[in-house]
């Protein structure tokens, strides 16, 4: 059965940190691009921070700096080291899974006719 599940979220004070986890199972992650999107009730999901099957990282203007992505094809697992965490991270954090045929940008792994999806984990940063 094919899944990514995400795990690590919790509450934490603005200046904290969080170390988020992307499970895959199912399939191997090492040829896809690994992305991390967010989103806020009422508001669309935004990718942030995106790693390509060579390494390659790219992040989105709001977490440069404050957020790393990173990922172990042998655990088959994606991280997200989260610092200087601010009340207007708290979202719902989610990972996705894309066969994309170009490099990410910005945070997005572009659109891919293979892509899996967790559900998501929630994260509150309070001021």
């Known amino acids: 059965q094919v899944q990514v599940l995400e795990s690590g979220g919790g509450s934490v004070p603005s200046g904290g940190s969080l170390r988020l986890s992307c499970a895959a199972s199912?399939?191997?992650?090492?040829?896809?691009?690994m992305s991390w999107l967010r989103q806020v009730p009422g508001k669309k999901r935004e990718a942030f921070a995106a790693i390509d099957s060579d390494g390659t990282t790219s992040y989105g203007d709001s977490v440069k700096g404050r957020f790393t992505i990173s990922r172990d094809n042998s655990a088959n697992t994606m991280y997200l080291q989260m610092n200087s965490l601010k009340p207007e991270d708290t979202a719902m954090y989610y990972c996705?899974?894309?066969?994309?045929?170009?490099?990410?940008?910005?945070?997005?792994?572009?659109?891919?006719?293979?892509?899996?999806w967790g559900r998501g984990t929630q994260v509150t940063v309070s001021s």
């Open positions: 996705a899974a894309l066969r994309s045929p170009a490099p990410a940008k910005g945070g997005l792994c572009p659109p891919a006719s293979t892509a899996f």
């Open positions: 199912g399939f191997t992650i090492d040829t896809y691009c």
